[in-house]
């Protein structure tokens, strides 16, 4: 069975700080696909990223950075320079390939809340 | 290019009640998948369709739940008879054949009271 962690349910920091967040993840599987959405308070999940499990190159797009260890199973995400915009609840997913070659439905973390305080 | 699309936006119904909602999804997305996120929560999936065929129902309580997406486009999610342990926003999301990523509509905001 698959299972994410996200043990930080909220986080408050200043604006301009870095904040990291914390995700784990379980699975039997060894080609799985891990994921990172926004959900800002309009409530609509926005895509950011999506990492393979074959590929544990960290990846940085603007203030966003990704972590992704397999030996740990974790699957870190970090904001530089915190901005009020960055508000949101931000939530950890795995998903596996099914056998039609798509992919199967994302588990989802609990989610943490990221206060961004001005 | 336009976004999943889902109605109605929000729903108040009493419990017992029967309740609709429908997804319309990204154009040429084969993929379409129903996830229920109590407040709270992560959002849970309840069904995958490829087309028109179910992948993976595992986690929709069939006893009260149905879903269908007759042509293959879009996507009816039903409550009969709803309860109050029902009251969440009903996610759809949609995806590419070989393409890992979902993206997902605004959901439907449902009270039971």
């Known amino acids: 069975a698959q299972k994410v962690t996200q043990a930080q349910t909220e986080i408050s920091v200043v604006e301009k700080e870095d904040v990291t967040l914390d995700c784990v993840y379980e699975?039997?599987?060894?080609?799985?696909?891990l994921f990172w959405y926004k959900q800002p308070p309009s409530g609509e999940l926005v895509f950011l990223i999506r990492r393979n499990s074959f590929d544990e190159q960290n990846e940085i797009s603007g203030r966003y950075s990704w972590n992704f260890q397999k030996s740990t199973s974790s699957f870190n995400f970090t904001i530089t320079a915190s901005q009020v915009v960055d508000s949101a609840v931000y939530f950890c997913a795995l998903s596996d390939m099914y056998s039609g070659g798509g992919a199967d439905g994302l588990t989802f973390g609990k989610g943490t809340h990221l206060i961004i305080q001005p | 290019e336009a976004g999943v699309a889902q109605s109605p936006r929000y729903k108040i119904i009493e419990k017992r009640q029967s309740v609709a909602f429908w997804c319309n999804p990204i154009s040429g997305h084969a993929t379409l998948y129903w996830y229920q996120q109590i407040l709270g929560q992560g959002p849970k999936l309840l069904i995958q369709?490829?087309?028109?065929?179910?992948?993976?129902d595992s986690q929709l309580p069939k006893d009260r739940f149905s879903a269908e997406r007759l042509k293959g486009v879009d996507s009816t999610l039903k409550i009969q008879p709803a309860k109050l342990e029902d009251s969440a926003v009903y996610l759809c999301a949609s995806s590419l054949p070989g393409i890992y990523e979902q993206y997902f509509g605004p959901g439907t905001r449902l009270t039971v009271t």
């Open positions: 699975t039997r599987d060894t080609t799985y696909y």
């Open positions: 369709f490829q087309n028109n065929g179910v992948v993976d």
